[in-house]
């Protein structure tokens, strides 16, 4: 599915399939012109071509799309948001969304506890920089911090905080972590949510069978369209994130099958 689902031509949709018409569909038709900030932010195709030109269309799909990112904005709407947190920044698209969502709910730019309202944690640099080049073009800089580093011994620093919305969208292998230091952590607000993305790769559906923990000599489906075996274990990693996340009873879990697969996960009462 394209990065610009809402800006789709007549060829892409002749030639998409069922399941690809019903996605641009659905993308336009959330499309509210009564919201402002708009649905779409005004900066977000910009980004995306940004993306491509410096880092090539291979890199530039792991940016969320526009139908994701208003999905994103729905749920800071929905919860009445006021603190993000990221774990991953790549070029800012998500961030820009998130922004976006916090304005219309009011929220300031005010600094809390020392941190701006959307905390985005990337171990680039590079990914840093052009993110905050985006955030300067988006007019949102002042509300996200971008931290630098290894996630890990960010969240340790950040221990204390506490976020409505936390976003996984890092290091594959390393979302169980993340979750449980979340989690132990009392970094999820009350009543907060935690989005985990692409929990439904290509390499990730093959495990459906498959116990977890994962066996060395564990054989996944062979399917026509997971054509990558070096990333066989991401796809181990996130099947296993997926299957603790759903046999954990400090949380319920609800995956949509968008995209690449995003899990809404909330804590349960007394956790």
Do not use: C
């Not at 979302?175 to 949510?193: F, N, T």
């Not at 692409?198 to 369209?225: K, M």
């Not at 996130?238 to 995956?255: A, C, K, T």
């Amino acid at each position: 599915m394209a990065f610009s689902e809402t800006t789709g031509t007549s060829d892409d949709y002749e030639q998409a399939s069922a399941d690809q018409l019903r996605m641009f569909y659905a993308a336009k038709a959330s499309v509210n012109t009564n919201v402002d900030p708009p649905s779409v932010p005004s900066t977000i195709g910009d980004v995306h071509a940004d993306t491509v030109a410096r880092h090539g269309e291979r890199v530039a799909i792991m940016a969320i799309s526009e139908y994701q990112g208003m999905l994103q904005s729905f749920l800071v709407g929905l919860l009445g948001a006021r603190r993000v947190l990221e774990i991953g920044t790549f070029t800012g698209a998500s961030a820009i969304f998130f922004a976006n969502a916090l304005k219309r709910n009011g929220v300031a730019s005010t600094p809390t506890n020392g941190y701006k309202p959307i905390v985005s944690l990337d171990v680039s640099p590079k990914f840093a920089q052009t993110a905050r080049q985006n955030f300067v073009k988006a007019g949102i800089s002042e509300y996200v911090d971008v931290v630098v580093g290894d996630a890990h011994e960010s969240l340790n620093e950040l221990v204390g905080q506490t976020f409505d919305i936390v976003f996984l969208d890092a290091n594959k292998e390393a979302y169980r972590a993340y979750y449980d230091k979340i989690i132990e952590s009392k970094m999820l607000a009350k009543g907060g949510l935690i989005i985990a993305d692409n929990t439904a790769f290509d390499w990730v559906t093959p495990f459906i069978n498959v116990s977890a923990p994962v066996a060395e000599d564990a054989v996944p489906l062979r399917v026509p369209y997971s054509s990558h075996p070096e990333l066989l274990d991401m796809g181990r990693a996130l099947h296993e994130f997926n299957e603790y996340v759903r046999q954990d009873p400090r949380s319920e879990v609800v995956m949509l099958p968008l995209f690449t697969g995003i899990s809404l996960i909330r804590l349960l009462p007394d956790n």
